[in-house]
């Protein structure tokens, strides 16, 4: 089976999408919400409101059934009305079943939102490939899947059915994927870097040879042959689509795959070497710190200590599956 290496990406991160809340609202409303600590998502199920970005001059307009991606840790207000007073969050939604408020006066707004915790030290690669803010409009072509997405989210919700916690965390994971689908369709112009190269189907094939097999020690011509360029061509547009050449990309993905067994395996160094087609655990351990600026041993000391805990052995081919 052919590799998916935009899967690889949301495994290495870990992202575990989660739908935390929602609100009904009516007549002259607003709500400020804390720095998120997450990347967090909602959804206009009903209505329109306005999002306000701290330190961004203008408000975005939200009409029903539009979905966002917030990867900036500013506070935000969503308001009904741009002269309300904001009510507190945290204090609105403190000891609601469900995380559940009824603000105002009937039920002219109706939302729901959550939140993508991602691991501690990949996630960051995700986030930082994220703008701060997507925005899914409801009248984008994309709209008729995250309309059925939201649809199925809110019927969970609502009717209370066995195993709605586990339901509702899949298709918030759906959700969250086809956010970012939508996204990377129009980013052609944006810096997207490795998930944008991740969806170019001129170098998913070759990406995804480098991710099926990170330890084969491959050529620029093998690679620009998957790609069906000149060797030339591939490497300017993989540069420019990814912001690394090739070859460099291998590398630090190969980085990153020994940062994760390190830190949740006990994967030798040696075995680490050989699976990633280093020749010696010497040459593996020169490769890691060039890279990281730390030794294997050290990350892998500095991550024990940090979750406090001490990794089980297992093949490294645990280790690294993705």
Not at 91 to 115: M, P, S, V, W, Y
Not at 188 to 202: I, M, V
Request: glycine share 10%; hydrophobic share 40%.
């Amino acid at each position: 089976m052919e590799g998916d290496p935009f899967s690889d990406f949301l495994r290495l991160a870990d992202a575990q999408p989660t739908i935390s809340g929602g609100f009904t609202a009516g007549g002259s409303w607003a709500i400020r919400f804390p720095r998120p600590e997450y990347l967090k998502f909602f959804a206009l199920v009903k209505g329109q409101c306005w999002l306000c970005i701290e330190d961004e001059e203008t408000p975005v307009r939200v009409e029903e059934g539009d979905v966002f991606l917030l990867s900036i840790q500013r506070p935000f207000v969503l308001a009904g009305d741009l002269e309300a007073v904001p009510l507190d969050a945290t204090r609105l939604f403190a000891g609601k079943l469900n995380k559940t408020a009824t603000l105002g006066e009937g039920e002219d707004c109706i939302q729901i939102g959550g939140h993508v915790r991602l691991d501690p030290a990949n996630g960051e690669l995700l986030a930082g490939m994220l703008p701060p803010l997507i925005h899914v409009q409801a009248a984008s072509k994309q709209a008729t899947v995250m309309k059925w997405l939201l649809d199925q989210l809110v019927r969970e919700r609502v009717d209370g059915q066995p195993g709605a916690t586990l339901v509702s965390g899949q298709l918030a994971q759906l959700l969250f994927v086809q956010i970012l689908r939508v996204y990377l369709e129009t980013c052609e112009t944006q810096p997207c870097g490795w998930l944008r190269a991740a969806s170019d189907k001129r170098l998913g094939p070759a990406m995804a040879l480098m991710h099926d097999d990170p330890g084969r020690s491959w050529q620029l011509g093998e690679l620009a042959k998957a790609a069906a360029m000149s060797r030339t061509s591939f490497a300017v547009h993989f540069k420019s689509v990814a912001g690394v050449a090739p070859l460099a990309y291998l590398t630090q993905w190969r980085m990153l795959l020994a940062q994760r067994a390190l830190r949740t395996e006990g994967t030798t160094l040696s075995q680490l070497a050989d699976h990633l087609g280093y020749g010696s655990e010497s040459a593996f351990s020169n490769a890691f710190k060039r890279v990281t600026g730390v030794s294997p041993a050290r990350y892998r000391g500095q991550s024990r200590t940090s979750l406090g805990e001490t990794p089980k052995p297992t093949a490294p081919e645990a280790a690294l599956a993705h």
